[in-house]
């Protein structure tokens, strides 16, 4: 028996119907086409399917669909608004903090849940909070110095 | 178009750090990967896999999963032709297409936990998941290979009845578990290190280790009723996908596209074909698309890691630090199937280094795991951890400096390389000075911490490239090329294009075209995209300007050798006279003037840049816990010239990443059945951001004669120093000398209160 | 006339001779030569192994030309990744 869902994505109204077991991932990918939110584990240890869940930070793939009922689930594809890059987006793309760039998705969901928490962020508080995201290509680097400086902008510091 | 002389004059956008072209989708989730596409009709394919890490296949029965809801069609090794044995050569590195085969679909045996023995589609992935447990088959379960010890004893069960080893002459009666032997080298390594005062003499044991890319294998197949099927999938070479595809399968070449979607890491992982014939074979059984993505756990289980090794060396040395002879004996495995990087971990090993008698013995052994494959420098980490340090204990024993050590005895140009032909014009000396240089070195240093240097080199590839550069009727300018971009490739084209045409970057749109839409392109790795496909940008480029010049000649009415082109224009050489015609005008004028301005280049790349680094690295050891902790870290690579630096940067950083992961915590776990422990990334440990330091990228640039913008391959060079630096400086933190991979806590704290 | 060296299962195939002079003008000629003196060779060279000229390797040697007094050496082909 099938799920009736009523839930917002990136501020718009969405629904789906679902199975019991079914994954909030797999629905936000293949059935919504939300495909900015990666899966690379599965299991909650990757951090690729980061979004946000009533503000707060998740792994969409240790969440089920229809824990979505009433809801407000932020992704990636909800971060630029109005034609424009968010601050964090528009580091990552001036400071190379991509390589291959699957896991920047879930980099900026989650960096973006720290700055709505802790808007001037230490280089230690940036990454552990950041622990929770796998990158194989970066080694980290580039990645902090784009969250702290869009940390900087949006403070309304010139860096 | 050898001559690097790009040099002397100042660039425009060569070393400059603009926004790559694809940045924007890829930071907003509209970029497409492997898994992120779909097509109407389309089934979800699954593969069944061995329980077992030996067994013979008795038989495959698919019948109750055929019955089962859903499902479309089930595919086996009965549904792929027979491949004979024969070595060909498609990209880079051997391949040998009847292991490949076997190893994609299991025929008569399964030879690891994991391994692929047949496979459904369905109408969903649940479906398709049920179903394997549909499909019966019956194994005569064998004892496995689980260690190269078993691996070489004299009664080992064998992997693959008719394997003899190879280089060895007369060739071996009876077959075994040695792939093949290999032996380089030159001079006299007993004389040699009977003129040492000072021998070191030991024995590295290191782990298989997964490249560990995030995202996981992925395709989509569909096949017409004509024949022609279209892959969709990530990968590190369409053009591979494609020939292995055609080869396994049996099908013309011509009768497959491969659309490259982007790309989520590879490092080497991505060179070969898994799921691409599989979903191709379900696309033409079941008449529908088929898409298969593996699972974290499949990644583990059942792709290829790099090879876990164990390696002698003996290195001797003269008081005042004159290395006299170096030997090693080196076995890799292989896994499942031969072709470990036993062979290149054999040229490199001693690589960085000046001995007259050297003396290197490889063994290719197989083993009921994975079947292994590339990772990034495929060899060299595990050789250099072995190297260089006992490197670093000869200079510890004689009181010397170790990057003093390491100049006194550096690879140089006109050096005899261990593997024979003597090295051109390289940078090896140059990054170690910038390494003792650098401010890092002489920082102090606080209780518990140590520091240690290690140099890597790596070859770097040339192979086959082709690309277009077209320009539209606005003077715009197209640049298509076949490689998928994994690391900011597109950006580095475009800064080509754009220095030689002398225009904005920006005017400048960098395309990865699939099979069916540029010439042939070797595939992502090798470290050889921005050398060998940027040089046919470049050389495609250079016809264009000659089209650019032969056009405003014409239309001044004066000869083609009046005409440069300079600054994006082209003008007249003696004098005014004329107004310069730019690449918008010109184009505008294309149709009346000669027709459509556009350039080709396919090429073979030749003149190949080899690389070195050198690196700094400080750990700090907890002697309660034997946790290491690397608090400062210094890369210093030579990049020839860096043609977009943050993105040299990038390859730096990401390699020296990987390298520490090797270093201190990952490895493959396998049980006494051969079942792996650890198949995901909470107990497989990779380095996370608060594991790790700001890393600091040094670039050198000893510019490669070879090219015409003297760049040198950077992906690879970066992960063989810092297992070495690593150890050298727990060694130096603690007086242990850590000669096993990983050097994580348990063995650390062991290796001090052994020692200490 | 070019200087051959040789190494690992080469050299033993050569019967222990780690250098030769070899007069060949391309590598075709080399080869030939080479399989002339010790039958056998070629197959352990042909596909297997990049062209090393004066340094400058060459991953497919087959249209080559040798210059005369250059150091020739069979460099085994490796992978990247």
Request: charged residues 25%; negative net charge; contains cysteine.
């Amino acid at each position: 028996m099938k799920h009736h869902v009523s839930t917002t994505i990136n501020g718009d109204a969405a629904e789906f119907l679902c199975e019991p077991g079914a994954l909030l991932l797999d629905v936000l990918r293949d059935v919504l086409g939300l495909i900015g939110t990666k899966e690379g584990c599965g299991s909650g240890d990757c951090g690729a399917c980061s979004i946000l869940l009533d503000g707060r930070l998740v792994c969409a793939c240790l969440v089920l669909a229809a824990e979505a009922e009433g809801a407000r689930i932020e992704t990636v594809e909800g971060l630029a608004r109005d034609g424009e890059l968010h601050p964090l987006q528009r580091r990552f793309l001036e400071d190379a903090a991509l390589q291959c760039g699957v896991c920047t998705p879930g980099f900026l969901v989650a960096a973006k849940a720290l700055l709505d928490r802790n808007p001037d962020p230490t280089e230690e508080e940036a990454r552990y909070w950041l622990a929770g995201n796998l990158c194989r290509c970066t080694g980290y680097d580039k990645i902090v110095r784009a969250v702290l400086e869009a940390a900087a902008e949006m403070r309304g510091e010139v860096r | 178009m050898s001559d690097g002389a790009e040099g002397a004059r100042k660039f425009r956008w060569v070393g400059t750090r603009p926004v790559r072209p694809d940045g924007v989708d890829k930071v907003t989730g509209r970029a497409r990967y492997g898994a992120d596409l779909a097509l109407p009709g389309m089934l979800w394919g699954r593969v069944l896999r061995s329980p077992h890490a030996h067994a013979r296949i008795l038989a495959i029965d698919a019948s109750r999963a055929l019955a089962m809801e859903g499902v479309k069609a089930v595919v086996s090794a009965e549904d792929l032709p027979e491949i004979r044995s024969e070595q060909a050569f498609v990209g880079e590195g051997p391949t040998d297409f009847r292991d490949l085969s076997h190893n994609v679909m299991a025929r008569g045996k399964v030879l690891y936990h994991g391994h692929a023995v047949a496979a459904v589609a369905a109408t969903s992935a649940e479906l398709a998941e049920r179903a394997l447990a549909g499909i019966d088959v019956e194994y005569e379960v064998l004892p496995a290979v689980l260690d190269l010890d078993a691996a070489l004893a004299p009664d080992a069960p064998l992997l693959h009845e008719d394997l003899v080893t190879k280089g060895v002459n007369p060739p071996p009666q009876r077959a075994s578990n040695v792939a093949e032997r290999v032996e380089m080298g030159h001079g006299d390594v007993e004389a040699g290190l009977a003129r040492a005062d000072v021998v070191v003499e030991r024995e590295f044991t290191t782990r298989p280790v997964h490249q560990g890319y995030i995202e996981p294998h992925a395709a989509l197949a569909e096949i017409g009723e004509d024949g022609r099927a279209t892959i969709w999938c990530s990968s590190q070479g369409h053009f591979m996908v494609r020939a292995y595809t055609a080869k396994l399968l049996g099908m013309e070449l011509s009768s497959i596209r491969v659309i490259p979607a982007e790309i989520g890491g590879g490092f080497g992982g991505k060179t070969t074909v898994y799921l691409e014939p599989v979903a191709t074979l379900l696309a033409r059984k079941s008449g529908r698309p088929v898409k298969m993505v593996m699972s974290r756990e499949e990644v583990f289980r059942a792709t290829g890691p790099t090879s876990g090794t164990r390696i002698r060396v003996k290195m001797g040395c003269t008081r005042d630090g004159r290395l006299t002879g170096a030997d090693a004996h080196l076995e890799y495995e292989a896994g499942a199937f031969p072709g470990s990087p036993v062979t290149a971990g054999a040229m490199t090993i001693f690589a960085p280094y000046d001995v007259a008698d050297v003396r290197i013995v490889g063994l290719d052994v197989v083993l009921n795991t994975p079947k292994v494959a590339a990772y990034r420098a495929p060899g060299a980490p595990m050789a250099a951890f072995a190297a260089e340090s006992a490197v670093d204990e000869l200079a510890r024993r004689i009181d010397l400096d170790p990057i003093e050590f390491r100049l006194r005895n550096a690879a140089r140009e006109g050096v005899q390389a261990p593997y024979g032909p003597r090295f051109k014009r390289i940078g090896h000396v140059e990054t170690l000075e910038a390494a003792r240089a650098h401010p890092h070195y002489r920082a102090p240093l606080l209780p518990n911490q140590g520091r240690g240097v290690a140099s890597g080199f790596w070859f770097n590839a040339g192979l086959q490239s082709s690309a277009d550069v077209h320009i539209n009727e606005d003077g715009s300018v197209v640049v298509t090329s076949g490689n998928p971009d994994i690391g900011g490739s597109r950006a580095s084209l475009a800064i080509l294009a754009a220095e030689e045409l002398g225009i904005d970057y920006a005017r400048v749109s960098p395309i990865v075209a699939d099979t069916s839409q540029v010439a042939y392109s070797d595939l992502t790795g090798g470290s050889r995209v921005t050398f060998a496909t940027g040089m046919a940008v470049v050389e495609a480029a250079r016809s264009v300007v000659r089209q650019l010049r032969e056009r405003a000649a014409a239309i001044w009415e004066v000869d083609l050798d009046d005409v440069e082109w300079r600054d994006g224009a082209a003008r007249l050489r003696a004098g005014a006279g004329r107004e310069p015609l730019g690449l918008a005008e010109l184009a505008a004028r294309a149709a009346r003037t000669g027709g459509p301005l556009a350039g080709h280049a396919s090429l073979t790349a030749r003149g190949v840049g080899a690389a070195f680094g050198t690196h700094i690295c400080d750990v700090e050891v907890d002697p309660e816990t034997g946790s290491v902790r690397v608090v400062r870290y210094t890369a210093v690579q030579d990049a020839g010239r860096a043609i977009h630096p943050s993105y040299v940067e990038g390859q730096m950083q990401g390699g020296v990443a990987q390298g520490i992961g090797w270093a201190l915590n990952e490895e493959y776990l396998f049980d006494a059945d051969g079942v792996m422990q650890n198949p995901g990334f909470l107990d497989y440990r990779m380095p996370v951001a608060s594991d790790l330091p700001m890393i600091d990228a040094v670039i050198v640039e000893v510019p490669n004669p070879g090219h015409p913008y003297g760049v040198r391959g950077v992906g690879e060079v970066p992960i063989v120093p810092p297992i070495p630096a690593v150890a050298n400086a727990i060694h130096d933190a603690t007086g242990v000398r850590m000669r096993e991979l990983p050097m994580s806590p348990p063995r650390v704290l062991e290796a001090l209160e052994r020692e200490g | 006339m070019a200087r051959v060296l040789l190494s690992g299962a080469l050299r033993r195939h050569a019967g222990g001779r780690a250098e030769l002079a070899i007069e060949a003008r391309t590598y075709r000629e080399l080869l030939a030569a080479l399989e002339a003196r010790f039958p056998g060779i070629a197959s352990l060279i042909e596909g297997r192994t990049s062209l090393a000229i004066d340094g400058e390797i060459i991953a497919d040697p087959l249209l080559e030309t040798i210059p005369p007094r250059s150091e020739i050496h069979f460099v085994p082909r490796v992978a990247g990744g």
